[in-house]
């Protein structure tokens, strides 16, 4: 079976640095994916992982473990519009790049 | 210019009547697909296709199916709505079957009466 966590909600300051984390158990791993997604909107692609390490993209940068079944995706400056929610999705080897998500990080950003 | 486009954004209907969800998308890509997404939940996979191959989730009910006629469009048809397939659909196509991002639609939110 697949199983992705997620926390639920985080809190954080315009300006600046948060860090959601993602761990996960899944029958084979092929990837993972970051997604953001505004409320009542489509999820936006920001990230993937294949190999462990970090990959920077702007302001956002997410990290692989494959041994620890973990990533976590860094915001920095954060700016209002970036309260959305993140979600987690692994790719696993069973199936045609079937994604399991987690349930999301609801991330609000105060001024 | 949106690449994956879904209409109606809203959509409402009776329980027991038939809808249908529908999806088109200019990017040309060889793979599309259908999630579930309920309030505070993640999208849930319920079948894709690989051109014109269907590819069922096993724990999708019967309810629930699909049409591709061709490369551009997919459609989600529910046979017979009940309240608890009140969601967001979110239809979703990526090139090829490899580690690629999917790129999703904004999503149909259906409301049943």
């Known amino acids: 079976g697949q199983n992705i966590d997620q926390p639920t909600e985080m809190t954080a300051t315009e300006g600046a640095i948060v860090q959601i984390n993602c761990t996960y158990q899944?029958?084979?791993?092929?990837?993972l994916f970051w997604y953001q997604q505004h409320a009542g909107e489509a999820p936006t692609f920001l990230s993937y992982n294949v190999l462990d390490g970090l990959e920077e993209k702007g302001r956002f940068s997410s990290f692989l473990s494959r041994s620890k079944g973990y990533s976590y995706l860094l915001l920095k400056e954060l700016q209002m519009k970036d309260s959305a929610s993140y979600l987690c999705?692994?790719?696993?080897?069973?199936?045609?790049?079937?994604?399991?998500f987690g349930t999301g990080t609801r991330l609000t950003v105060i001024p | 210019d949106a690449m994956v486009i879904q209409n109606p954004r809203y959509q409402v209907t009776q329980f027991g009547k038939p809808v249908t969800l529908s999806c088109s998308q200019t990017l040309n890509h060889n793979v599309m697909y259908w999630y579930q997404q309920k309030s505070s939940q993640a999208p849930k996979l319920l079948f894709h296709y690989y051109d014109k191959d269907f590819n069922n989730e096993a724990d999708t009910p019967d309810n629930f199916q699909s049409r591709r006629p061709n490369t551009s469009f997919c459609f989600l048809d529910i046979r017979s709505p009940g309240l608890g397939d009140a969601a967001m659909y979110l239809c979703?196509?990526?090139?090829?079957?490899?580690?690629?991002?999917?790129?999703f639609g904004d999503g149909t939110r259906l409301s049943i009466l």
């Open positions: 899944t029958s084979g791993f092929n990837g």
């Open positions: 979703a196509t990526s090139r090829d079957t490899g580690a690629q991002p999917q790129h």
């Open positions: 999705a692994v790719r696993a080897l069973t199936g045609a790049n079937n994604l399991f």
